[in-house]
């Protein structure tokens, strides 16, 4: 059934999110080999709904959840996962996302560069160490259309919220949930502490998606 299929989908989803999160070799037996034997079973025509149960097992049984979530807010954040997070993030929103397409870059909601960037990194809080580790935590990255990545990507955040995509000089208007619902933040700085709020919520809600 298409329920089955979806089910199978997302816990191969699942398992190629850790594989990205925690770095660990695609030969490794916990992906290489376990993909392996499950192909042998798909191909004896063992149900979705099954290998879909067997792969949920699998995470279970090799995976701590403690340490997923500790390495997605202490880590540099990879692209796939910030895809997922917004994915994930428009699930629990129940918002339109369209990931087929092209015109999507990774935006850094406090810049990682730019001519801006020593008084962005005094207006966040922080010094050069700290700023080049925090910039690109999964807290501070978003999807965000390409066409106006280039021209917003280097602004202050308060420029970010409050401007149009309409005059690529900001979020608002976005197609992107993430970045429309950064135009009703609470503040108009961006900080330190503020990266940490936004990485603790999206590892915990990846980490939920992972474990259940």
Not at 44 to 50: S, T
Not at 86 to 98: G, I, M, R, V
């Amino acid at each position: 059934s298409y329920s089955d299929k979806l089910s199978f989908s997302e816990e191969l989803l699942k398992l190629f999110s850790i594989l990205s999160i925690k770095e660990i070799s695609y030969s490794s037996s916990l992906f290489k080999q376990f993909l392996i034997n499950l192909n042998m079973k798909m191909g004896q025509g063992l149900p979705c709904k099954n290998i879909a149960e067997s792969i949920s097992e699998h995470i279970s049984d090799n995976f701590d959840r403690e340490d997923i979530e500790q390495a997605l807010t202490n880590s540099y954040a990879e692209n796939g996962i910030v895809y997922l997070n917004e994915y994930l993030f428009a699930k629990e929103n129940d918002a339109e996302l369209n990931l087929m397409t092209n015109d999507i870059e990774i935006e850094h909601i406090m810049p990682a560069s730019g001519k801006n960037i020593t008084a962005i990194r005094e207006d966040a809080g922080m010094d050069e160490e700290e700023f080049a580790a925090y910039a690109d935590k999964l807290g501070n990255k978003i999807l965000l259309e390409q066409n106006i990545n280039g021209s917003v990507s280097n602004d202050w955040f308060r420029v970010k919220k409050q401007t149009s995509v309409k005059e690529k000089r900001g979020y608002r208007d976005s197609l992107f949930p993430i970045a429309q619902s950064l135009t009703k933040y609470k503040s108009d700085t961006w900080t330190k502490n503020d990266i940490d709020i936004a990485t603790k919520k999206a590892a915990e809600r990846i980490v939920k998606f992972i474990f259940g």
